[in-house]
């Protein structure tokens, strides 16, 4: 069956330090990939999605690259905001037929001033 | 501004004692989900409605039930709660079902069992 494998948090930055949040999967075919960010108690906002290999999404200074060799799909951005705090998750819909997202664990982030 | 809205977003109920979670959405989307995520934890899939068609996941309760009466609404009935229902329950849109849709939030509903 379809999993996604996210790197464990919290991860802890400085302001302005670079992210990068690991994400991995196991699916056959080619799946849509996704980044979902939840803000503390509120509901899923989409981040960015990639759709097919190569394909590299982007959003609020937030990048991944679909990776059809490594089955990666890393979230990356280049200078955090205290803002930015929250749980990211990596997601993944099969192309079974159906719209089914499987969810990582979650990755909590915490960026301090 | 066109959203998914549930009501009510914190929900305290007895243990035994039946609920009814809300959603609605001004997307006019075809597909509705319900999710439940416990604490630290990733959401998990309850069901879906593609359109008047229910799609119950494996693995889901039957103490859990949902309702669909028009395109707009879309309700989850959990008909005896237990403590190990306590959980953020998610609902979320998408235009079709297909493997590209991106799925639409809301902002979810808080149950506490006592």
């Known amino acids: 069956g379809n999993s996604v494998t996210q790197m464990e948090g919290p991860v802890t930055l400085s302001e302005e330090a670079f992210l990068t949040i690991n994400c991995t999967y196991t699916?056959?075919?080619?799946?849509?990939l996704f980044w979902y960010v939840q803000y503390p108690g509120e509901g899923l906002q989409l981040l960015l999605k990639?759709?097919?290999?190569?394909d590299k999404g982007s959003n609020k200074g937030f990048e991944a690259t679909y990776r059809k060799e490594t089955t990666s799909f890393h979230l990356e951005k280049g200078s955090v905001q205290v803002s930015d705090s929250a749980v990211y998750f990596c997601?993944?819909?099969?192309?079974?037929?159906?719209?089914?997202?499987?969810f990582g664990k979650g990755t909590m982030l915490l960026v301090s001033p | 501004d066109a959203m998914v809205i549930q009501n009510p977003r914190y929900q305290v109920t007895q243990f035994g004692k039946p609920v009814t979670l809300s959603c609605s959405q001004t997307?006019?989307?075809?597909?509705m989900y319900w999710y439940q995520q416990k604490s630290s934890q990733a959401p998990k899939l309850l069901f879906h409605?593609?359109?008047?068609?229910?799609?119950n996941e494996a693995d889901t309760p039957d103490n859990f039930q949902s309702r669909r009466p028009n395109t707009s609404f879309c309700f989850l009935d959990i008909r005896s709660p237990g403590l190990g229902d306590a959980a953020m329950y998610l609902c979320?849109?998408?235009?079709?079902?297909?493997?590209?849709?991106?799925?639409?939030f809301g902002p979810g509903t808080r149950l506490t069992v006592l």
């Open positions: 409605y593609y359109d008047k068609d229910f799609n």
């Open positions: 997601a993944l819909v099969g192309n079974s037929g159906y719209s089914t997202l499987t």
């Open positions: 997307l006019n989307h075809n597909v």
């Open positions: 990639a759709t097919k290999a190569d």
């Open positions: 699916a056959t075919g080619y799946p849509s």
């Open positions: 979320a849109t998408s235009i079709e079902a297909g493997d590209t849709d991106t799925q639409y």
